[in-house]
C-alpha cells in the first residue's frame, strides 16, 4: 500500500529554500506513488494565536482540536499518514513561527491521563522528518532539539536532514546542491 505523508511547510517565502527541500523530497517520494499532501503553513486562517490551553480537546474522547480553523483538517490528517514532515527555515537559532503555531495545535492529539501517569496518541509509531536549512552554521542542532524530543515523547521515528550554509531564501540550490539526493533518499526511504 503507498504511504501517506504530509508535508508541512512553515517558511512564509512561496519559492524559497524550504519550498526547493519540500520539492526534492517530493522528487524522491514520486516513483512509489506516495500519496503526498503539502500545506503551506503560513496560509493557514487561525482563530486563536496557537494553542490557547483550553484543554477542551482533553475532555474529549475524540483525537481534535475543538477550535475550528483551517489547523483543524490539518490536525485530523496528521492522525492518519504514515509521516509527518516538517520543513522550516532557522528563525533565531529556532523553527519559524509559522511551524510552531501549528505545532503547538497537536495538543489535542494526545490524551494524558495525569492521575495514572499515562499517554495516548494516534501519532506513535509513525516518523517525524524535520528538513530544515539556515544562512549560516549555527544552530540547527539547537532547533533540531525539540523535533526529536517530540518523536521520542511520542514514540515516532525521527529523520532529520538539517542544511547549513543554504544561503538566503532561493539560494539553496547554488550553494548547497549536494543536498539534493540526500533529501530524495529519504523520501525514498520512507516511502518503501
Ligand atoms: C526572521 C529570520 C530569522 C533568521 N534566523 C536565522 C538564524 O538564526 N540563523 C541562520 O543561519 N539563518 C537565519 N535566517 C536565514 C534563513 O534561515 C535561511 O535563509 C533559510 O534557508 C530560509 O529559508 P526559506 O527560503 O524557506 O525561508 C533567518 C531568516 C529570517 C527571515
Excluded at 41 to 66: D, F, H, P, W
Amino acid at each position: 500500500m503507498s504511504k501517506k505523508i504530509l508535508i508541512l511547510n512553515g517558511s512564509p517565502k512561496k519559492d524559497g529554500n524550504t519550498a526547493t527541500l519540500v520539492e526534492w523530497f517530493c522528487q524522491g517520494a514520486k516513483p512509489k506513488d506516495a500519496d503526498v499532501e503539502i500545506v503551506r503553513t503560513a496560509n493557514l486562517k487561525y482563530k486563536v494565536n496557537g494553542c490557547i490551553s483550553c484543554r477542551k480537546c482533553q475532555e474529549s474522547e475524540k483525537y481534535e482540536c475543538c477550535i475550528n480553523d483551517d489547523a483543524k483538517p490539518v490536525l485530523a490528517r496528521m492522525a492518519n499518514v504514515d509521516v509527518i514532515v516538517f520543513a522550516t527555515p532557522l528563525y533565531f537559532f529556532s523553527a519559524s513561527a509559522q511551524t510552531k503555531l501549528i505545532m503547538d495545535r497537536m495538543f489535542s492529539l494526545y490524551k494524558w491521563d495525569n492521575a495514572a501517569g499515562t499517554m495516548k496518541t494516534p501519532l506513535m509509531d509513525k516518523t517525524l522528518v524535520l528538513l530544515a536549512s539556515a544562512f549560516e552554521d549555527i544552530g540547527l542542532d539547537a532547533l533540531e532539539k525539540p523535533f526529536k524530543l517530540t518523536a521520542d515523547y511520542t514514540g515516532m521515528k525521527f529523520e532529520s536532514i538539517l542544511v547549513a550554509n543554504a544561503g538566503t531564501s532561493g539560494e539553496i540550490t547554488k550553494k548547497r546542491p549536494d543536498v539534493k539526493q540526500k533529501v530524495e533518499e529519504l523520501a525514498v526511504k520512507l516511502t518503501k
